[in-house]
Structures are given as structure tokens and as C-alpha cells.
């Protein structure tokens, strides 16, 4: 019985006004303890990635962290509630990043591409765009901003948060799908 007090000694209201009244690192981490597998939880559920669960958990306990330290909670009794709004408003920041980058792909990879190499009779170039298109994002987004954005593998290896010698698998093995769908052609 004393070790679950013990766990448990402060309650969400103490545990929001002792780190609201100044650097409480005790409280903080009390506070990750008690919610990081709540918002884990939340972040597998609806992004579905391990990875990205994780990321939203750092990311939502630091927002709750430095709102409390600035005492912007306007309800500290309802710090859950908080802490579940700041975790619905972030995974609908990252989908809507998600969509609008797939939507910008989608629409510059077809005009781009078949703009690339206009004066190449060998290849079609709608059949080109279509073999753009089945390749897997971040396949299409190296290939898209390699070869239309001109940007260097840094560029690249900085923009997708991987080595260098990654981006160059990545286009090695992108280009080599895009010759098999070209028919060899290319």
C-alpha cells in the first residue's frame, strides 16, 4: 500500500502548480511518468508508427511542460484534457503536413518530370510521370528534388534526416525502378 501512495503522492492539480511555481524537475518528471504512456498510446493508435508515436509524445509532453512553466493553463484541474486536446491539435498538424506534402508532389512530380528531358524521343513522357507515381514517397521526393530542384545529396540528406550515402542509395534504387518500368528504355 505505501509504494502505490508513494507513486501517486501528488495529484494532477499539485503536480501542475508545483511546476508552475517554478523548476520543479521532480514534478515534471512525475509528470512524464504518468502521461508519456497515455500519449504513446494516443500517437500508436491514430498515426500508426511506432516512431512517430514517439515523436508526438516528446513533442506534446514539452508543449504541457512549457505551458505550465509559463502557467497558461487556464483550467490546472484539467490537465489531462489539456494534454488530449494538445495531442488531437498535433496529429492534425502532422496529417495536414502529410497530405499537403503528398499533394505537392502529386501535382509537381507529373508537370516536372515530363519537363526534365523534352528533347529525348526514346522515353514517353506520360509514362514516365505514371512510373513517378508508383514509386514510394520518399523515393519520388529524392528523385523530384534531385533532379528538378537540383539539390546535392547534402541538400537532400539534410531535408529527409539521413546520411548522405543514403540519399544515393535511395536515387540509385529509384532510378533503376524507373528504368524497369520505362522497359529498359531509359
Known amino acids: 500500500m505505501a509504494i502505490e501512495q508513494n507513486e501517486d503522492q501528488f495529484s494532477d492539480l499539485e503536480l501542475?502548480?508545483?511546476?508552475s511555481t517554478?523548476?520543479?524537475r521532480d514534478a515534471e518528471a512525475e509528470l512524464f511518468r504518468r502521461m508519456a504512456p497515455r500519449?504513446?498510446?494516443?500517437?500508436l493508435r491514430h498515426l500508426r508508427d511506432q516512431?512517430?508515436?514517439?515523436?508526438?509524445?516528446?513533442?506534446?509532453?514539452?508543449t504541457t511542460i512549457e505551458a505550465l512553466r509559463a502557467a497558461r493553463l487556464r483550467?490546472?484541474?484539467?490537465?489531462v484534457s489539456f494534454m488530449l486536446r494538445t495531442c488531437?491539435?498535433?496529429?492534425?498538424?502532422?496529417?495536414?503536413?502529410?497530405?499537403r506534402k503528398q499533394r505537392l508532389l502529386e501535382q509537381f512530380v507529373a508537370e516536372q518530370l515530363v519537363s526534365v528531358e523534352p528533347s529525348s524521343p526514346s522515353v514517353d513522357q506520360e509514362q514516365l510521370a505514371r512510373c513517378v507515381?508508383?514509386?514510394?514517397?520518399?523515393?519520388?521526393?529524392?528523385?523530384?528534388?534531385?533532379?528538378?530542384?537540383?539539390?546535392?545529396?547534402?541538400d537532400l540528406a539534410s531535408f529527409l534526416r539521413v546520411s548522405e550515402g543514403n540519399v544515393r542509395v535511395i536515387?540509385?534504387?529509384a532510378l533503376h525502378q524507373l528504368r524497369q518500368c520505362l522497359g529498359g528504355t531509359a
Open 16 to 19: 501542475v502548480h508545483r511546476i
Open 22 to 24: 517554478g523548476n520543479d
Open 39 to 43: 500519449v504513446r498510446l494516443y500517437g
Open 51 to 62: 516512431h512517430a508515436a514517439d515523436d508526438l509524445t516528446q513533442q506534446v509532453l514539452m
Open 75 to 79: 483550467e490546472p484541474d484539467k490537465l
Open 88 to 99: 488531437r491539435m498535433t496529429v492534425l498538424d502532422i496529417r495536414r503536413g502529410a497530405h
Open 133 to 154: 507515381q508508383l514509386l514510394k514517397e520518399r523515393e519520388r521526393t529524392v528523385i523530384v528534388m534531385s533532379f528538378y530542384d537540383e539539390k546535392t545529396a547534402a
Open 171 to 173: 536515387r540509385h534504387r
